[in-house]
């Protein structure tokens, strides 16, 4: 089946920025959706991009989109202690099945 | 709209027991499903609907039963809790729109079987 890679866990510091990577298999990837869980609280969509995009900015968030290399990646410019969570990537190829990684813990050191 | 609303918020079961965790959304999503969330695996699909009357499998249902009777309403049966079945629950919901197919998740249900 298809598959979504993302490391577990990163740490940075307060101000730095934050990368977020993720690899996926599936070629037919249509929507790819960065996701945001905090602490005790349910997903929230955090930011996308379409596959015919290489890049979207949003205030202090990039994503940049590789499509030839399937690889994703969420920039957070000057992270905030609030930054802290677990953020998912998952891709979509037009249906209701969208394939999720497993979420990178994101710790923000004060 | 209160999007996803979930039901109980924290629920603590005997090895054996039934219960029934509630999902309703009041946005007319056709998509409804569930997922379960444990440290390092992500969240994995249980049960997902297409629209009411229609329900199917998804990576891990066993040990869990779904119904979807109206398109508001997707409830997840454990009919025999089981300490695997120790997780935290999210339902989710989905319709097609400007942002593909966008789940809109519900605050989740931590559940634990003793």
């Known amino acids: 089946g298809e598959d979504v890679e993302q490391s577990l866990f990163l740490s940075v510091r307060e101000g730095d920025s934050s990368v977020i990577n993720c690899t996926y298999t599936?070629?037919?990837?249509?929507?790819l959706y960065w996701y945001k869980q905090e602490p005790g609280a349910g997903l929230q969509l955090l930011t996308y991009?379409?596959?015919?995009?290489d890049m979207k900015q949003d205030q202090r968030l990039t994503v940049l989109l590789n499509k030839k290399d399937k690889h994703l990646s969420l920039r957070i410019a000057d992270t905030q202690t609030g930054d802290s969570a677990i953020y998912f990537c998952l891709s979509g190829a037009g249906s209701y099945q969208l394939t999720f990684g497993k979420g990178t813990k994101l710790s923000v050191i004060p | 709209n209160a999007g996803v609303t979930q039901t109980p918020k924290f629920q603590v079961l005997k090895t054996g027991q039934s219960m029934t965790l509630q999902c309703a959304q009041d946005m007319n999503h056709e998509y409804m499903s569930w997922y379960r969330q444990d440290p390092g695996m992500g969240l994995r699909l249980i049960h997902y609907s297409v629209g009411a009357g229609i329900t199917d499998q998804g990576e891990v249902p066993n040990g869990y039963n779904v119904s979807r009777s109206t398109t508001e309403d997707f409830p997840l049966r454990l009919l025999s809790a089981a300490p695997s079945q120790t997780s935290v629950y999210f339902c989710a919901s989905s319709t097609p729109g400007e942002r593909g197919y966008e789940q809109y998740f519900g605050p989740g249900t931590r559940l634990t079987v003793t």
């Open positions: 599936d070629s037919s990837s249509t929507y």
């Open positions: 991009i379409f596959s015919n995009m």
